[in-house]
């Protein structure tokens, strides 16, 4: 038999809870089990009938060799010119690398800014995955803690508090993942202006802005003034209903998406190149675009008020979303006896029940999980109330 101890890389590496949550209710469905999946957020919408036929077309006209491998020009200038409208001055395509999906465009940012030692701040809870991959650039994350007053956001005062000269910069993610809060354009902008004041770094993942209840959320590329020491992460695949094209991208200051050009050449090269093309005719359709957008977000809204309103008539904790498609749900307090309720609850729901969550310690909060309305509705609500029964039995 093989014998195999894991390189000092990856001794520590925890698979991703939100895909093995996921994978563990594909399986037990797979074994017959009837399990209501709400576990990893994936749009249960198809992807654009317009998006689709585009593929077909670059299909048919050959797109089945490399690109560069920062992405198609069309593409990046595509993208430069969304953010350029956003941010009010030019963004070219020098600014942009296109990756396969938005985790690498973060794996690049994390690898690339932050080496042994450095400290990042992570607002907790946040995405699993975040934590990973500083751990793999062989940083340190510091998980900064948001109270349920402000719906778990981080203040600058939390931040400041967490500062040291270690500190390197911090990752931003509004809407959030898993909580569903959205910070504000005040709160960005004091966030921002204490960055800049210690010289940090900010990763911004705006993966979930298009899905946005109250009004548009807003992207850290309206709030600075340059693009200095900002990478901002985006892609198609919660917006475009895409995941599985594996679609995303950073913009970032052209010395480092140079530097991340470099890093993609030797680990992936290009991003699928048929992606590419139908990730091009997502972003270069704005009314279809939109149309899609909407259709999506009315759906995701209705679920959510159904879902809140029950969970909330039944006396359990649950933050407000204002984005994204995630309910994050408190299971209990912490003790020595239960010291993940979180996992416990997420375990029983799942044996018992037959419902996927995620546990709330994949995003560094231990009493929390998290549920996805990104499912058919009757699902949602099916499983909003075996969580209700679970809860109270
Ligand atoms: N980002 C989604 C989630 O949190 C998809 C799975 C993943 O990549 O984490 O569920």
Redesign the pocket.
């Known amino acids: 038999m093989t014998s195999f101890a894991p390189s000092a890389n990856i001794a520590d590496l925890r698979e991703?809870a939100?895909?093995a949550v996921s994978a563990r209710a594909k399986a037990l469905r797979a074994a017959g089990r009837p399990v209501i999946d709400l576990g990893?957020?994936?749009p249960d919408f198809p992807t654009p009938a317009f998006v689709l036929e585009a593929a077909h077309a670059a299909l048919d006209a050959g797109a089945t060799r490399y690109t560069q491998v920062e992405g198609i020009l069309p593409l990046r200038q595509a993208i430069a010119e969304r953010a350029s409208a956003v941010h009010g001055n030019a963004i070219g395509a020098e600014n942009v690398v296109v990756t396969a999906g938005t985790?690498q465009a973060l794996f690049n940012a994390c690898f690339s800014l932050f080496a042994a030692g450095d400290e990042v701040l992570v607002p907790t809870p946040g995405?699993?995955?975040y934590y990973q991959m500083l751990a793999l650039a062989r940083a340190v994350p510091v998980a900064i803690r948001g109270t349920r007053e402000h719906d778990l956001k981080v203040t600058v005062q939390d931040l400041e508090r967490a500062a040291s000269p270690r500190t390197r910069g911090l990752i931003l993610n509004s809407p959030c993942?898993p909580t569903g809060a959205v910070y504000s354009r005040r709160e960005l902008t004091e966030i921002v202006a204490c960055a800049e004041r210690h010289g940090w770094w900010i990763i911004s993942d705006e993966i979930y802005r298009a899905i946005s209840y109250d009004g548009e959320a807003a992207s850290l590329l309206s709030v600075v003034a340059d693009l200095d020491r900002l990478v901002v992460v985006d892609g198609v695949a919660k917006s475009f209903a895409m995941t599985g094209w594996r679609i995303g991208w950073s913009i970032a200051p052209p010395a480092v998406a140079r530097a991340m050009t470099a890093l993609q050449s030797h680990t992936t090269s290009n991003a699928a190149t048929l992606s590419q093309h139908a990730a091009l005719a997502a972003l270069s359709n704005a009314e279809q675009a939109r149309q899609t957008v909407d259709g999506m977000v009315a759906e995701f809204r209705v679920r959510r008020d159904a879902a809140l309103g029950a969970l909330r008539a039944a006396a359990i904790d649950v933050i407000e979303p204002h984005g994204a498609f995630y309910l994050y749900i408190r299971a209990g307090d912490a003790t020595a006896e239960d010291p993940e309720p979180g996992t416990t609850f997420a375990r029983r729901l799942l044996e018992e029940r037959e419902v996927a969550v995620v546990p709330g310690i994949a995003f560094g909060s231990p009493e929390w999980m998290r549920m996805?309305y990104a499912a058919p509705a009757d699902q949602v609500m099916e499983g909003v109330r075996r969580i209700i029964a679970a809860r109270i039995s």
């Open positions: 991703s939100t895909i990893a957020g994936e985790k995405w699993t995955s993942n996805s």
